[in-house]
Structure formats: structure tokens, C-alpha cells
């Protein structure tokens, strides 16, 4: 069965650091891999995605996350957050594009001033 | 970007009755929507799997007789919690699937009074 693990319930940085959010996966072929941002009383938004091709995916908001086979994960980087960043992070992985998501336990990313 | 809603954003009820929450697809047709829900601070899991034309297909755990769900046309898919009670308050989200892409909805706040 497809699961995904997302290590750190809770994370902190100061604004304008680096941030890099923890993903794994299990699965037995290649998934079909996301990221989330859920803010406080929103929707779900979709950062990037990955279906194949290069491993390292560029996303909105600054975001770029890298595919490892050989790690099976697929963490979540930005190079400086900003205080608009602290939300709630989802990694979710999928057989196909099209197929249920199964998603993460979440990341709750706080921002220092 | 499709864009997908769900009414109501937030509903109110008390114990016992049945409340009906709709998800619909605004500017695409969707054969297959999927039924979220997620608990405070907590990941979402998926509850069942909602084809148009046919029955939905639930996830094990989630009573079908609880969680009635009806997908009548290629842009709604309608979800009702019957007998509601104060366990089931949580938020609901949906998503309909375009070209092999899953977009979500905004969600539904419930509380079962």
C-alpha cells in the first residue's frame, strides 16, 4: 500500500531563512508526487508536482522540491521564506495523475520575525 | 484553472439530522470527484471515490450508509452525512478531476451540535 511520511509535525525558521520540509514515500513503482499549502481557513493549493522528467520541480510561490528514487523522497525547499509562508504543508502521492491522493500528516511551518 | 466549489462553506446542525454538502465542477465536466475529510490539525483522508453515473466507492472504515454520496451530473457530486452527530463535525473537502489533474474545493466546515 501506498503511504507517505512527513517526519516533522512541526517546523520554525526565521524569515528569510532556508527552509527544506521532509517527504517519503512508499510505493512499489514510481508515484506521481505533490505538495500542498493549506493556510489557516483556505483551500487546498497545489505548490508543484511531479509525474516524470526532470527530478527537480519548480513551483510557485518560490518553491522547488527534488525527486530521490534512491531515497524516495521528495523534499520541499525555498531559499527564503517569508512570514506569508507559515501554513500547513501537505506531501501526497498518487498511483496516477488522475487516481486518488493519498496524503501526508501534514507540516506545520511557523515563521519567525 | 478549473476551478471547483462546494456549498455550504459552513454548516451548523444538530444531532440526528442529515445535511447535504455539493462540490461542483464550474467551468469543466468531471467524470470522477473524490470526498475528503480532515479532522483539526490533522491530514485529510480520503472517504470515497464519486463517479458520475455509477456507485461511489468507498474507503475501508467509512460507512456508505452514513456518508451517501451522489454524483448526478459531470459537474456535481453531492455528499450527505445522515443522522448526523457530533463526531462527524469536521471539515469536508472535495476535488474533480480535469485532464488527469485533481483540483480541490474550498471545503465545508460541519458542526454537529
Known amino acids: 500500500a501506498q503511504s507517505v511520511t512527513q517526519p516533522d509535525i512541526h517546523i520554525t525558521v526565521s524569515e528569510g531563512a532556508s527552509l527544506e520540509l521532509r517527504c517519503n514515500y512508499s510505493?512499489?513503482?514510481?508515484?506521481?508526487l505533490f505538495w500542498y499549502v493549506q493556510s489557516p481557513g483556505q483551500g487546498l493549493q497545489l505548490l508543484l508536482k511531479y509525474f516524470s522528467g526532470d527530478t527537480l520541480v519548480q513551483g510557485i510561490k518560490g518553491f522547488e522540491a527534488e525527486f530521490k528514487r534512491s531515497q524516495s523522497s521528495f523534499n520541499l525547499r525555498k531559499p527564503s521564506v517569508h512570514w506569508s509562508d507559515a501554513a500547513e504543508y501537505f506531501c501526497?502521492?498518487?498511483?496516477?495523475?488522475?487516481?486518488?491522493?493519498?496524503f501526508g500528516k501534514g507540516t506545520r511551518l511557523h515563521i519567525l520575525p | 484553472g478549473a476551478v471547483v466549489s462546494q456549498h455550504p462553506s459552513r454548516v451548523i446542525c444538530k444531532s440526528g439530522t442529515s445535511v447535504k454538502i455539493e462540490c461542483r465542477s464550474l467551468d469543466f465536466q468531471a467524470t470522477t470527484m473524490f470526498w475528503y475529510r480532515q479532522f483539526p490539525k490533522q491530514s485529510l483522508m480520503l472517504m470515497a471515490t464519486s463517479n458520475e453515473g455509477s456507485k461511489a466507492t468507498y474507503e475501508q472504515g467509512v460507512e456508505k450508509d452514513k456518508f451517501l454520496i451522489n454524483h448526478a451530473s459531470l459537474t456535481l457530486s453531492t455528499l450527505t452525512v445522515t443522522s448526523a452527530n457530533p463526531e462527524d463535525s469536521s471539515f469536508y473537502i472535495c476535488?474533480?478531476?480535469?485532464?488527469?489533474?485533481?483540483?480541490f474545493g474550498p471545503g465545508t466546515r460541519l458542526t454537529v451540535l
Open positions: 510505493y512499489g513503482a514510481t508515484p506521481y
Open positions: 476535488s474533480a478531476t480535469r485532464q488527469q489533474e485533481q483540483f
Open positions: 501526497a502521492v498518487a498511483p496516477n495523475r488522475d487516481d486518488k491522493i493519498i
